[in-house]
């Protein structure tokens, strides 16, 4: 490989990729509206459940001592009418409206009611345990047992338990963020590399010295410097070199260069910037998937665990939101470096044959 000529080959690009404004623009807008969208995401979790009450069991919680470090906060209303307002307005997540007379009903074993009122947004988990809290009160007003029998229990939490130290949303979207800048640089490079073949270019090159593992090398190396140094500034805009710097800015030069692979393949089948926007989507829409995974709690599924692209967020994720280290991302390095050279090797292969039989 001639490094002079790889790099003549890089200039070219270069000069190309600025000419081209649609990318330019794009690019810069991109880098704009994601910044701005992470600035408006909520980054904190509130993980107290506010809890509105009315009528005579009012008078059952004047003992009551609850703090926010049980997760549980309730309120006292006079009326249903302003239980129900609360509701609406989000001042309490859900309430519940006790008839007048309930503590005596109770007591006296008459039939009574109790409204459980609940947003359009409460998850249904939590309706359900409003409805079997108000069966637990019922039978503690009435001095009854419960019908069941209390089975002794022990808590045990897989992995790190995260209760009150939960990760926000923005903490969470940083992987998603900087993919989608990798994803916009890929389309550039694809249609920047089918514009060539279109165009007889890559013909023309190969009749001087250079030859065709110049031009390969040259591709993948401005492909991967590309979707770097554009993920680098998102990245930075984003605060997520605060920890670990060295290990982000790994990962990230990757990804870069696995989502190059990708666009080479997309850059030699496409015919103009249609059929590479098509296939860059076939690629990159799959590839995004484990990021947007990572924006939920849980254990991702196995096939998104499978994919090219998950040691990437996963690495990002744990060590921006986690605090992670170079020993836990190890094994997401080995494999992400594994899938880089594939994918690197199969676009160059199929750029080649392109090249070949065009």
């Known amino acids: 490989m001639h490094l002079r000529v790889v790099w003549a080959f890089l200039k070219k690009d270069t000069k190309a990729f600025r000419r081209d404004r649609f990318f330019v623009v794009l690019t810069f807008v991109g880098l704009l509206f994601y910044i701005g969208i992470f600035q408006v ?21 004047e003992g009551a001592s609850f703090d926010d470090s049980g ?11 302003a239980l129900v307002e609360a509701v609406e307005a989000g001042e309490v997540m859900a309430g519940l409206a006790f008839p007048d007379g309930f503590v005596a009903a109770v007591g006296a074993g008459d039939p009574v009611s109790v409204k459980v009122i609940t947003g359009q947004g409460l998850p249904v988990e939590l309706r359900g345990a409003l409805t079997s809290a108000v069966r637990e009160i019922a039978f503690g007003v009435s001095g009854q047992v419960l019908p069941v029998a209390q089975l002794a229990a022990e808590d045990v939490v897989l992995g ?5 130290d939960q990760v926000s949303m923005r903490e969470r979207m940083r992987p998603l963020f900087a993919f989608l800048v990798l994803m916009v640089e890929a389309i550039a490079l694809g249609s920047l590399v089918a ?23 040259s591709k993948a190396v401005f492909g991967t410097l590309l979707a770097f140094l554009e993920a680098l500034i998102i990245l930075v805009a984003l605060g997520a070199l605060s920890a670990e710097p060295l290990l982000v800015l790994a990962v990230t030069l990757l990804g870069a260069a696995m989502v ?11 015919r103009d910037f249609i059929t590479v926007l098509f296939w860059s989507m076939l690629f990159m829409i799959p590839l995004i998937v484990p990021a947007g995974a990572l924006m939920f709690p849980g254990q991702a599924a196995g096939w998104i665990r499978a994919m090219p692209s998950y040691p990437l967020a996963k690495v990002i994720f744990e060590t921006t ?33 392109r090249m070949v039989t065009q």
């Open 41 to 61: 995401i909520p980054d904190s979790v509130d993980e107290i459940v506010e809890l509105g009450v009315s009528g005579d069991i009012g008078v059952l919680l």
């Open 71 to 81: 997760g549980l906060s309730v309120a006292r209303f006079g009326s249903e009418g």
């Open 160 to 164: 790190v338990d995260r209760a009150g």
């Open 195 to 217: 514009e060539e073949l279109q165009q007889k270019t890559v013909q023309a090159v190969l009749v001087t010295p250079a030859r065709m593992r110049d031009f390969l090398a």
């Open 260 to 270: 190059t692979g990708f666009a080479l393949v997309a850059g030699s089948l496409g």
């Open 321 to 353: 939101a986690l605090g992670a280290g170079w020993a836990e991302a190890a094994g997401s390095i080995v494999a992400l470096g594994a899938w880089c050279v594939a994918a690197l090797a199969f676009g160059s292969w199929v750029l080649r044959r």
